[in-house]
């Protein structure tokens, strides 16, 4: 009896008012309830079937193909299609064409297979449509989300009891916020030390309300700088740019060999601002779980040291928080909870969907330097969440991690994790195993690079004197870029790459990047993934085309 509702495929597809008042029905008879149901149906199985297919990460030549076909630029007055159509469009014609993220073959970067329940978690958080900026549209999800905020503050942090309990559900305190990613938390991270550096004095107002000039003004600097080391993600200087600082004083300290801060760079650079006084170092920054090769900067002792000179302390852990869930390996972490603030990525080691990233702050009132007030929301004292906060209408990204904490429990997710990270040393272990290659940066986390260098040019780059390595290194850099190309367009696996830049004679060092998170991959699919590798090595640069490269 449903059926002919659902397929009265010839109607004539107009918007009037009774069409649009059908739209904004709820499952209330029989009839839509066997619609809904269907539309999400066709959804979860349609891409289920996708999900099964090869990475496809698409060559250039298709590339453009595709890009023809979606040049329309007009939208169209009448409706084109029903939502059943546009459903079978999407499954059809654009997720074969997606990259497919949930393949364990796929383990080039950071978003990556979720659990399926994320997916409906997602779709309560739609239906619900809560915006938490402010009480009103919220009510108790603001709650639920200061209590998450409390139980991520408390993983990093863990101070008392009565910390807590005094500051889970004050309206006048902050643990910290939810962001849209890392990109965003970083952002806010230094737009609160910003601030609080150049906050009120004497008869100046503070930077927030009168700006960057009057400020090195107030203060009688001209200039401040973000003290991080050359892993640091491109975000931090995005965020020199936007605080007005300039990026090009976020300052890329040099790294030792295990691509960590190098200490005594760190100390002899604060030394120097600190002679010269009319610098001023707005933020130190710690990276858990670098992007590019998964190391740990020394938190414990860069803590100790911003401590020493009171400098704010912020730690990029976007990547590696959650490894904080782990008995086994927290530890990693170590000296976190000497930060003045924390970055953690939702997305993307708590598996949640896109869109998701946090910022904490140790100091629950360090967020009131960001405070802003609107007469309509946001009022003082209130639960309005937008008031500490870059983004104004946002959805409620904390009812899913409050809800996949509960369904994975620390355990759950130390697991996953766990099981990451000895994956990546067994990986390691092979890779060093294999002649052809070379394993540049050894796994602390689930992260870790490596390069195609076949013997001859490993005994070189050993002997060979400077000139000669950078010669090396460039035949290789060219050889590692075509490697990763011709096995991403083969869309069969897909690894990533990146340019590691260290001193000279080995300045610039094109590598191949995996991160393993999914736990689907395994050790087999690893060595499928290297043979293929060596295949496409063989196949384009055997002894016999080795001219072609230089
Ligand atoms: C991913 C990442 C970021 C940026 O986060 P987005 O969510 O992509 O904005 C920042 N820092 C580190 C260390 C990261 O891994």
Redesign the pocket.
Known sequence: MSRKHISKKNAALVADWQALQRIFLRPENEDARAMLLKYMEQILFGLHDFLKEHVGITEEASLKNLADKYKQTRISKHPEKKLAEVITDLVRDIAPHAVNVASPYFIGH??SAIPFFMVHLKTIVAALNQNVVKLETSKVVSIVEKQVLAKIHRLIFHRSDSFYNTHVQNTRTTLGAFV???????LTALWVARNTLLGPKNSFQGIEKEGLMAAYQAYDIDRCVVLVSRR?????RKAGGILGIGNDNVLAMDVDEHHRMDMRSLREQIRVFELNSRTKILAVVG?????ETGSIDPLREMGELCRDHGIHFHV?????GPVLTSDKYRHLLDGIDSADSV?I?G??QFYMT?G??MIYFKDPRKMDAIEYHANYVNRPGSVDLGMKSLAGTREANSLMLDSALKIMGTQGYAILLEHGIELAKKFAAEISRRPLFQLVTPPKLNILTYRICPPHMQAELFSGTSTQRSHINKTLNAINRTVQRVQREAGRSFVSRTTLNRRSPDAEIVVLRTVLMNPMTDIQILNEILDEQEEIYRCRFGTNNLKGVA
Do not use: R
């Open positions: 950071m978003t849209e990613g890392g990109t965003a938390a970083n640091g993600h491109y975000s931090l990276i858990a779980g670098s992007t990029d852990a976007a990547w590696g970055t990525d997305h993307k896109m998701c990233g």
